[in-house]
């Protein structure tokens, strides 16, 4: 059984990164895998409080963004995390298995608490826990995402492996994470050291799916570069990483290889680089932005592809947390009730 899960957090603008490094890997493994789960992590997004504008609205941008670019919702299953309570029911299981150290040293939480260590919320330590339980709730086999979850992917192999040993029973397959094409980490427009981020405060750092033709345009004509011209190999571009990103991204846009792409740019300056990376970007995503305009005027034909996804993903999650109950030795809430003395009770306060 070959079950993909993968999710974004509705913080904010979708960019050209969460594509490149996540959607479009969902979208090439949709027809390969015997079943797709795609969710708005919006439990996730309470961790960075700051962060979180418009939960409702940007929920909704999420789903429309994801069908937009090609989840198909009769073929994948796409719902919320909080409408799923097994996510948290799981994460708090999965929190009295994990050791302290593992989660002090994760590098998101090092770089996001930054020097506030001791004033950074219980929710931000324990995000990667939450992650571990959006995945393993479901038995997902393969989690694409962008090289930023790395380490949160091998958490989760660590904890499901964990939990298997703990328990003595093979409940949780280990999730491969699928990393892969020339886009898993897009830099910023403005920074080449700096991840391609809904957070950024700069617009200018970003291309966002719904950005119009000359916005799209505009920000490309101010991408940071340099004044030499494009090589003939992607590895002279190892010292000059904003020209570096400008490639990645026209590769992954038109389906090649950087390498390829500096091939065929051998020689030219950024200036003309750039005109044909803008009908390129313009090309690919400004139907997808057209697109979630268009779904977006309709909010209850989201909410209606949000509440079928979530049927589906509680019926599995359910599944799967019951096992899990009982391996870890609950009560069920029913057990050894007698079925006609309950009946009579409830006769007796109808
Ligand atoms: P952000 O960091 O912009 O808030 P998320 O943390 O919600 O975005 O990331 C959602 C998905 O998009 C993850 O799979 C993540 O790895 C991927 N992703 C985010 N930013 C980038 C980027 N700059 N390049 C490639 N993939 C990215
Ligand atoms: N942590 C991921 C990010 O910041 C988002 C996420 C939460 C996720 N749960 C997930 C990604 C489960 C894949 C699978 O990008």
Known sequence: MKRVLSGIRPTGDIHLGNYLGAIQNWISMQDQMDENLFCIVDLHALTTLEDVKNLVGNTRIMAAAYIASGINPDQSTIFVQSHVPAHTELSWILSCITPMGWLNRMTQFKEKAGKQRENACLGLLAYPVLMAADI????????????????????????????????????????????KGPATRIMSLRDGTAKMSKSDTSDYSRINLMDDADTLALKIRKAKTDADPLPAQVKDLEARPEAHNLVNIYAALSGQTADQVCKTFAGSYFSTFKKDLTDLVVAKISPIGQEMQRLLKDKGELDQVLSRGSMRANTLAETHMQEVRDIVGLLKPDEGVNRTRQMDVLKSIA
């Open 136 to 179: 393993l709730i479901y038995k997902a086999t393969h989690v694409p995402v962008g090289d930023d979850q790395k380490q949160h992917l091998e958490f989760t192999r660590d904890i499901a492996g964990m939990f298997n040993r703990e328990f003595k029973k093979d409940i949780f397959p280990l999730p491969d994470p699928i990393i």
